[in-house]
């Protein structure tokens, strides 16, 4: 088990802008990509955005060009920059560490992932 903590979630007026963070351990974090999900009331756990160890990213189409993945190796924590937020945008959004090193950010979005953290919660207004 891999210990993810998420923070950052919060209560925006749509159009407004969040930054969460999921701070890692246990692990060799700068060899592992790096995703963040979401889950909305009644539905399934959906993928949103993933950055590889070289920092390359990969976005959902829902958040392309409004949200931005990164990392820093140095405090062992990834991003999720998110702007312009949509009330479709609301859900609980969670962390995940990828099952293996040196994989791509892609490959986040299918399949069996590994750690998860408990998530934190993004509500937006209209």
């Known amino acids: 088990q891999v210990p993810l903590v998420e923070s950052g979630g919060g209560l925006v007026q749509a159009g407004g802008s969040l930054r969460l963070s999921c701070a890692a351990s246990?692990?060799?974090?700068?060899?592992?990509?790096m995703g963040w999900f979401r889950q909305a009331p009644g539905k399934e756990r959906e993928f949103v955005a993933a950055?590889?160890?070289?920092?390359?990213?990969y976005y959902t189409d829902s958040v392309k060009g409004r949200f931005t993945i990164s990392r820093d190796n140095a405090v062992y924590t990834v991003y999720l920059q998110m702007d312009s937020l949509k009330p479709e945008d609301t859900a609980g959004y969670y962390c995940a560490a990828d099952l293996a090193p040196y994989r791509t950010a892609q490959a986040m979005s299918i399949g069996r992932l590994g750690s998860w953290g408990q998530g934190t919660q993004v509500t937006v207004s209209s």
């Open positions: 950055v590889a160890w070289n920092g390359s990213p």
């Open positions: 246990g692990r060799p974090f700068s060899s592992y990509a």
